[in-house]
């Protein structure tokens, strides 16, 4: 439980952040240190420098831009997500008060919670379902890319080694968008065993218009389900069509299996949670 040695830098700026991650290959960023410090504690992650990102200001916070996207810094904590606009997103409202303890909610950050892309994570669900986008920076400049494809397996991520996940991009709430997230969460940590977060657009005559479904817990990294999604689209939304959307699901995906649930069950689970989160979004917007 006592971490390998390792030299620590309290980064001034984001450009001092970006210059240590540029020039020396063994850095790591440092945010909350919620999923980071219990591997170092594990020897499961040694990196022999820190760089700590946590007290940068220009990082924080959630702010709406002018097209009414909202901007969330990588630095706003989940319980300051929960006191910020994107609440209005009934997905990010539903996912929030399951994830971990008031502690873990007050120190974990969405920055890490991406960019540390556990396969059981809540909120990248969310992000895929909403169809956000990360904004990432290095020394050499920045770019914006979609959630969608960001996530590449376990742990794994687009982002390179010398890049820091800068903010999350929500698209501009809309009146005729509902959004839910429902999961089967493990008792003792919170995290899913699978979660699924839906939002639903619906046009003229009330059909859907447009769906988003993000998945987590289920496969080796969280997915976005367009089968389900196209299997909504031009339906009323009945029950009989979210039932059938909702069993499309996991697919041909390969699906997790530990102790907390088998294949066969998780698998279950997941139907089951995409129906109530489909149902859920409909009813928030009808
Ligand atoms: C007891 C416990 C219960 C939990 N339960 C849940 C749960 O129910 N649901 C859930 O979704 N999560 C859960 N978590 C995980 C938690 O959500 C994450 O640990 C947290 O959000 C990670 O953010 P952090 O700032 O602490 O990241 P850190 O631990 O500081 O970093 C995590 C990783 O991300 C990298 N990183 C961090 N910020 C950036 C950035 N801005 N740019 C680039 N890389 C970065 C770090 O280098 C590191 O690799 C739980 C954690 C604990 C300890």
Request: charged fraction near 20%; aromatic fraction near 4%.
């Amino acid at each position: 439980m006592i971490p390998a040695a390792f030299e620590y830098t309290r980064a001034s700026s984001l450009q001092d952040a970006l210059g240590i991650l540029a020039s020396d290959e063994g850095a790591k960023v440092i945010a909350g240190g919620q999923s980071l410090l219990p591997l170092m504690k594990l020897r499961l992650a040694q990196p022999a420098r820190l760089v700590d990102i946590g007290r940068l200001a220009e990082l924080r916070g959630v702010r709406r831009l002018d097209d009414g996207r909202l901007s969330v810094g990588a630095l706003t904590t989940y319980a300051e997500l929960a006191d910020s606009p994107a609440v209005r997103y009934g997905v990010v409202a539903d996912a929030l008060p399951g994830i971990g303890d008031v502690q873990v909610r007050n120190r974990g950050t969405v920055g890490g919670a991406v960019a540390h892309a556990d396969p059981a994570s809540d909120l990248p669900a969310a992000l895929l379902a909403l169809d956000a986008e990360v904004v990432v920076q290095s020394a050499a400049g920045s770019r914006t890319v979609p959630v969608d494809g960001f996530f590449q397996g376990a742990f794994t991520t687009a982002l390179a080694r010398d890049e820091i996940l800068a903010a999350v991009i929500l698209p501009a709430p809309r009146a005729d968008a509902g959004s839910a997230y429902a999961s089967l969460e493990q008792r003792a940590s919170g995290y899913p065993i699978a979660g699924v977060a839906a939002v639903v657009v619906l046009g003229a005559g009330g059909l859907i218009e447009w769906a988003g479904v993000g998945v987590t817990g289920v496969s080796d990294h969280p997915y976005r389900a367009r089968e389900v999604e196209a299997a909504l689209v031009g339906t009323t939304g009945s029950p009989e069509a979210v039932a059938a959307a909702a069993a499309l699901v996991v697919g041909d995906r390969e699906v997790n299996a530990d102790i907390h649930a088998g294949r066969e069950y998780r698998a279950a689970m997941a139907v089951v949670h995409a129906r109530r989160a489909i149902g859920a979004a409909l009813a928030r917007v009808r």
